[in-house]
């Protein structure tokens, strides 16, 4: 390359184009230029995979390290609205020059070798944190475990915080196969944490056979609670009388337990008190999954993609009260099991606004529309009978038509991908969708 780029706008697309292939699997062209930039960490490194709750897991840890006093890094992908989200260091979106620098970097030191997009900017988030005198990294999975390219990095302890059916092009198409990939994160001698509460044996034997310190939820930790408060019971340490996690959601204890399992792994480097780690669980925010926006009608926006969080989704919808009407802006990508997420939540929702997604892989509205026609909803009218499919061009587009149709009482869940929901938000801030 002769001249770079000067933004980062024009860097990431650059970098969209230069490699033949959105998804690479392996570590051997991720390893060489990590080395080449000799990228290392002093401080403990926590990598979180699973199918589902990696994001919510991620954000707990950060935001109770955070209030113990510790200067965290956060890596996350994808990212909802700003590619700066994927990078936080002590809480805060990386600056575009931060990032930039760190690409300028990895551009000069890659020579020959090819890297996706999502290598590329691994790499450089990767340097920026070990540059950015942290006391913890948490580094958040993108595409199964083993191969991803999160794990050129060893963890000091890998959490693993669900395994199900998703990704089977790349992963395979039984939980035993996932959880094998999923386990490619966990290192001999180290501590693996697995959140499911039914892990594939192929988890365990994996990490037995590497000699990892395998924690199973059930067995090494667990919670128990009532409404108002619960506790969490680890090896060697309790934490009792903790409020709820300020994300909502039926699983968020699972995720919550296996972060504190993490948190007790790494007790005598990262020490944090039971007040840090209630007003951690207190203070954590996560756009998008499970998020209800204050006002009326109410608006649930969850990145659901596939059918293990969507039946979450249908059970959190559940536990929400009487909604007179519930209006679903629902976009998805085409190699999803689209399905299996209608199956889980066909019978909560009574009008759907199915939208087109700005990606060739995405599913059209047109396709999405007869899958629902398919899994037996049939539209209709009447009195205390009124069911309805239609469908837009983008999620703004779907979202105002729900909102103009809602009834104060009535609520929209946004879900399906990142980017439906990123669509709803961006639409938000700038005023398109009210």
């Not at 509460?197 to 667990?222: C, E, K, M, T, Y």
């Not at 919550?256 to 990262?270: C, D, G, K, V």
């Not at 009482?409 to 969708?433: H, P, Y």
Request: glycine share 10%; aromatic share 6%; charged share 20%.
């Amino acid at each position: 390359m002769t001249t770079q780029p000067a933004t980062l706008a024009e860097w990431l697309s650059l970098l969209e184009s230069m490699h033949p292939k959105a998804i690479d699997m392996g570590l051997e062209r991720v390893g060489q230029v990590r080395d080449r930039l000799g990228i290392r960490f002093d401080c403990p490194v926590i990598i979180v995979g699973g199918t589902n709750g990696k994001g919510s897991t991620c954000a707990m840890l950060e935001s109770i390290l955070m209030q113990a006093g510790y200067r965290v890094g956060l890596y996350t992908s994808p990212h909802l609205i700003d590619f700066n989200e994927r990078a936080r260091v002590n809480g805060e979106p990386a600056s575009d020059a931060m990032l930039t620098e760190q690409f300028a970097v990895v551009e000069a030191q890659r020579g020959d070798v090819s890297l996706t997009y999502f290598e590329f900017t691994t790499l450089a988030i990767l340097r920026l944190f070990a540059q950015s005198g942290l006391d913890a990294v948490i580094l958040e999975v993108g595409l199964g475990g083993r191969l991803d390219a999160v794990n050129v990095i060893d963890a000091d302890v890998a959490i693993v915080t669900s395994v199900d059916i998703d990704h089977t092009e790349y992963l395979g198409d039984t939980r035993e196969k996932i959880g094998f990939e999923k386990a490619g994160i966990f290192r001999g001698g180290r501590t693996a944490i697995c959140g499911d509460p039914v892990p594939p044996q192929s988890l365990i034997d994996h990490a037995r056979a590497i000699g990892a310190d395998l924690w199973l939820f059930g067995h090494d930790f667990n919670y128990s609670g009532d409404k108002q408060q619960w506790s969490y019971g680890g090896r060697g340490q309790r934490r009792n009388s903790l409020g709820y996690p300020a994300l909502r959601g039926a699983n968020q204890l699972l995720n919550a337990s296996a972060a504190l399992a993490a948190l007790e792994a790494l007790r005598h480097r990262l020490p944090v008190g039971a007040q840090e780690v209630r007003t951690g669980l207190a203070m954590v925010d996560l756009p998008g999954r499970f998020q209800v926006l204050p006002g009326r009608p109410t608006v649930v926006l969850d990145v659901a993609h596939n059918p293990h969080a969507a039946a979450t989704l249908a059970q959190n919808l559940d536990n929400m009260g009487f909604h007179p009407y519930t209006y679903a802006v629902f976009g998805a990508m085409q190699d999803k099991d689209i399905d299996g997420v209608i199956a889980q939540l066909k019978d909560r929702v009574d009008h759907w606004c199915v939208t087109d997604l700005p990606l060739p892989r995405a599913a059209t509205a047109e396709t999405l529309k007869q899958k629902l026609l398919d899994a037996g909803i049939v539209p209709q009218t009447g009195a205390g009978n009124e069911r309805s499919i239609e469908t837009f061009a983008s999620p703004a587009t779907a979202f105002a038509n729900a909102r103009s149709r809602a009834g104060e009482n009535d609520r929209i869940a946004v879900f399906g991908s990142f980017l439906t929901v990123a669509g709803v938000m961006e639409a938000k801030r700038s005023g398109e969708a009210g």
